[in-house]
T-cell receptor
Framework: GQNIDQPTEMTATEGAIVQINCTYQ??????LFWYQQHAGEAPTFLSY??LDGLEEKGRFSSFLSRSKGYSYLLLKELQMKDSASYLC??????????WGAGTKLIIKP | SAVISQKPSRDICQRGTSLTIQCQVD?????MFWYRQQPGQSLTLIAT?????????ESGFVIDKFPISRPNLTFSTLTVSNMSPEDSSIYLC??????????????FGPGTRLTVT
């Protein structure tokens, strides 16, 4: 079967750095996405990785290792507004998106 | 990008009744997706709706329970039929857009929060 694993919940301090990990086992791979979802709102696109390495976009960076089936989302200079769920999703060989359950990130002052 | 609206935003319905959720996109898109998301859980794809053809349902979802219409390239409806409390969830409409300089991105509507009593 297809599976995406993320921690259920993480806590971090305002101004600090946090890394949210995602491991996946899918039938084929055509890219990995990270989405942010604030409580009661729809998910919004954050990043996309299809090749190994780090993609940086402002305070957010996303890393991919296809050989290890592993990705992480790195958030720097955390702000209170970063409190949200972060969803990892992988596009499989049929171009279907397989979603992780999401990681709820709690930011404390 | 794509801006998606959904109606209703929330509803409380009685067991055995049906609810139709509307999804409107501000641009023409080929494929529209309907997802369900239960509290604290991942997004579950219900079906993919292409204009001019029957929707394709995922395992565990059937047309009699979740009939879908796709009359044109900017609009779709999902009906939750003969509802039971287990259907209480957030239902999300989604589209894929391919920008000229990047991968397909998935955009979501604000969701419809359904409670069945």
């Amino acid at each position: 079967g297809q599976n995406i694993d993320q921690p259920t919940e993480m806590t971090a301090t305002e101004g600090a750095i946090v890394q949210i990990n995602c491991t996946y086992q899918t039938s084929g791979f055509n890219g990995l996405f990270w989405y942010q979802q604030h409580a009661g709102e729809a998910p919004t696109f954050l990043s996309y990785n299809v090749l190994d390495g780090l993609e940086e976009k402002g305070r957010f960076s996303s890393f991919l290792s296809r050989s290890k089936g592993y990705s992480y989302l790195l958030l720097k200079e955390l702000q209170m507004k970063d409190s949200a769920s972060y969803l990892c999703a992988v596009r499989d060989s049929n171009y279907q998106l397989i979603w992780g359950a999401g990681t709820k990130l709690i930011i404390k002052p | 990008s794509a801006v998606i609206s959904q109606k209703p935003s929330r509803d409380i319905c009685q067991r055995g009744t049906s609810l139709t959720i509307q999804c409107q996109v501000d641009s023409q898109v080929t494929m529209m997706f309907w997802y369900r998301q239960q509290p604290g859980q991942s997004l579950t794809l219900i079906a993919t709706a292409n204009q001019g053809s029957e929707a394709t349902y995922e395992s565990g979802f059937v047309i009699d329970k979740f009939p879908i219409s796709r009359p044109n390239l900017t609009f779709s409806t999902l009906t939750v039929s003969n509802m039971s409390p287990e259907d209480s969830s957030i239902y999300l409409c989604s589209v894929e857009v391919a920008p000229s300089d990047g991968p397909y991105e998935q955009y979501f509507g604000p969701g419809t929060r359904l409670t069945v009593t």
